[in-house]
């Protein structure tokens, strides 16, 4: 089976509930659509829990969202300007959680750079934001990747043959349609943390409880 789950923004408490309501098997493939970090309280505890996750059940993919390229590029260059955007983004609750950014541990740093653009499973196209509508895969820019929001949502058959998975913009309830499918319902905001079964597109949900 394969499961992918919206984003998770250091919501640990619901990452944790809404695996167990899973209950994946270590065979199944699991993808996690980004945002791993920022807004919530326990980023630090949300990168140790996909760590460990993905010793054990093998098949997981871990897909970049827009926080973890931020985190990253500040990490990687102390420039101002991204920490000015980043900070803007919710980088405090970040480290808060780890205590300082220098005690960010570098297992975690590697784990959020190894983070994928974009994986592909069959017809299906997992990302964090989108897709630039009617552009190939293969020409595809990172910032759409990781940024774009209405131009792809309110566009039809953006990559024809495809059905396009993506977290980024909070919804009220997953959007579910032949071309693609969102699943980012603001957990981190009071909403649910959404997992959906690629096979049947059955959900699953929690409440967010931070």
């Not at 619901?14 to 167990?20: A, D, P, Y």
Request: aromatic letters at 14%.
């Amino acid at each position: 089976m394969i499961y992918a789950i919206g984003d998770i923004h250091g919501c640990l408490n619901s990452l944790e509930r809404l695996i167990e309501k899973v209950n994946p098997s270590t065979e199944d493939t699991i993808i996690f659509l980004g945002d791993y970090i920022d807004r919530g309280p326990n980023s630090k505890g949300v990168v140790e829990f996909l760590i460990r996750f993905s010793s054990i059940y093998k098949n997981s993919i871990f897909i970049k969202g827009n926080h973890e390229w931020m985190m990253t590029e500040f990490y990687k260059t102390r420039d101002p300007k991204d920490w000015e955007l980043w900070e803007y983004n919710g980088a405090r609750k970040t480290i808060e959680s780890y205590g300082d950014i220098e005690k960010i541990p570098q297992s975690h740093i590697e784990f959020l750079q190894k983070t994928k653009f974009f994986h592909v499973e069959g017809r299906y196209i997992f990302v964090h934001a989108g897709v630039k509508p009617y552009v190939k895969l293969e020409d595809q820019k990172d910032e759409d990747l990781l940024w774009i929001r209405d131009e792809f949502i309110y566009s039809e058959n953006p990559i024809k043959d495809y059905t396009v998975v993506f977290g980024h913009t909070p919804m009220q309830k997953p959007l579910i349609k032949n071309d693609k499918i969102g699943i980012d319902t603001g957990c981190v905001y009071g909403g649910y943390l959404t997992c959906i079964r690629i096979k049947d597109r059955k959900i699953f949900q929690v409440r967010c409880t931070k």
